[in-house]
């Protein structure tokens, strides 16, 4: 089982709709939840980071995390084409050496026009 | 604010040939350092942290090392590159401290190695 899991897609999303990511992780001590977007041919930008259980809201991003069932998810509301990436979950363990973090695979989101 | 720089940005090299990279980030103090490498299509591989100077962790054996010279500055290199060393390397940093936002790491804008 993979400590991080998450659907490689595509997610083929309509223009306008809503976008919807899941991860889930192994680790039940995890404590710290963070979304990464990465454009094709670039680096890994940090969009959302969360640590409660619950809803965080930044923009048109909403993270939710729920510890007891082990996931995160991530909603992209009114998906723009601009949107089209690779979405990649991260963990970090409570005692993981060195403050690592541990990446899911990535999905793969298509907003068509 | 903190800034992260790698060089170079393209590099292609014939089998065999040695390799250095470079990572350094401003405008922070003492921070934890990561090195990754993604293959095409694939997903992050921790290759090497560093929570201080010379202070080196590696994750996967390899022929691939990291040195950390200066307290903002990793370095990651190889005797003799192999084909399968080819892919997207990305230096990433964090606050050095425990709890809440420090966790998160921050990506420079990698280096593409492509061995011949």
């Known amino acids: 089982q993979k400590e991080v899991e998450q659907n490689s897609g595509p997610l083929s999303v309509p223009e306008g709709a809503i976008a919807s990511l899941n991860c889930t992780y192994s680790?039940?001590?995890?404590?710290?939840f963070f979304w990464y977007r990465q454009y094709s041919g670039k680096s890994p930008e940090l969009i959302m980071s969360?640590?409660?259980?619950g809803d965080k809201e930044d923009g048109r991003f909403t993270a939710q995390l729920n510890k007891a069932s082990q996931y995160v998810s991530l909603l992209i509301r009114d998906s723009q084409p601009s949107d089209s990436a690779t979405y990649l979950c991260?963990?970090?363990?409570?005692?993981?050496?060195?403050?690592?973090?541990?990446f899911g695979g990535g999905t793969r989101v298509l907003v068509k026009p | 604010s903190q800034t992260i720089h790698q060089w170079p940005a393209t590099l292609v090299q014939p089998v065999g040939s040695p390799l250095s990279l470079e990572c350094t980030v401003e405008?922070?103090?003492?921070?934890?350092l990561y090195w990754y490498r993604q293959a095409a299509g694939r997903g992050l591989q921790l290759l090497f942290y560093?929570?201080?100077?010379?202070?080196i962790s590696s994750e996967v054996p390899q022929n691939l090392s990291a040195s950390r010279p200066q307290d903002r500055q990793f370095i990651l290199s190889s005797k003799k590159l192999l084909l399968s060393d080819s892919g997207f390397y990305l230096c990433?940093?964090?606050?050095?401290?425990?709890?809440?936002?420090?966790?998160?790491?921050?990506f420079g804008p990698g280096t593409r190695l492509t061995v011949t």
């Open positions: 680790d039940r001590v995890s404590q710290s």
């Open positions: 991260a963990v970090n363990p409570i005692k993981a050496a060195g403050n690592k973090l541990t």
């Open positions: 560093s929570v201080g100077i010379g202070q």
């Open positions: 990433a940093w964090r606050e050095e401290g425990s709890g809440g936002a420090q966790y998160e790491q921050y």
């Open positions: 405008g922070t103090s003492n921070p934890n």
């Open positions: 969360i640590y409660s259980n």
